[in-house]
């Protein structure tokens, strides 16, 4: 399994970007997809998860600004930011998880089963 992060960079105060998870090895239609990001000397945290039934979670901080959607087609999970601000810079790392019970652990960690390289993503004020 293999979960391919990009789409990272360098964006100003107010722009946007989109990251995209390519997974190979696995369907994003069959497992539960997320993002999760770690700024520099913090925690890794979560920051948006699509189910397999693609129901949608945000941590409450992107919620309006941040979209993740999926493209079984492509085999792809896209994260649309919008309105980033420099609290946002981070590694953005996408996840997967086979997990039989997921509302209530979609924010942790240790529900995920497969993880990307990372990419990242710098917001200038």
């Known amino acids: 399994v293999q979960l391919q992060a990009s789409g990272g960079g360098l964006v100003q105060a107010g722009g946007s970007l989109r990251l995209s998870c390519a997974a190979s090895g696995l369907s994003v239609g069959n497992y539960h997809m997320a993002w999760f990001r770690q700024a520099p000397g913090k925690e890794r945290e979560f920051v948006a998860a699509i189910s397999r039934s693609a129901v949608t979670y945000y941590r409450d901080t992107v919620k309006g600004r941040f979209t993740i959607s999926r493209v079984i087609a492509e085999n792809t999970v896209y994260l649309q930011m919008n309105s980033l601000k420099p609290e946002d810079t981070a590694v953005y790392y996408c996840?997967?998880?086979?997990?039989?019970?997921?509302?209530?652990?979609?924010?942790?960690?240790?529900?995920?089963?497969?993880w990307g390289q990372g990419t990242l993503v710098t917001v200038s004020s």
């Open positions: 996840a997967a998880s086979r997990r039989a019970s997921y509302s209530g652990s979609y924010d942790y960690q240790n529900a995920y089963n497969y």
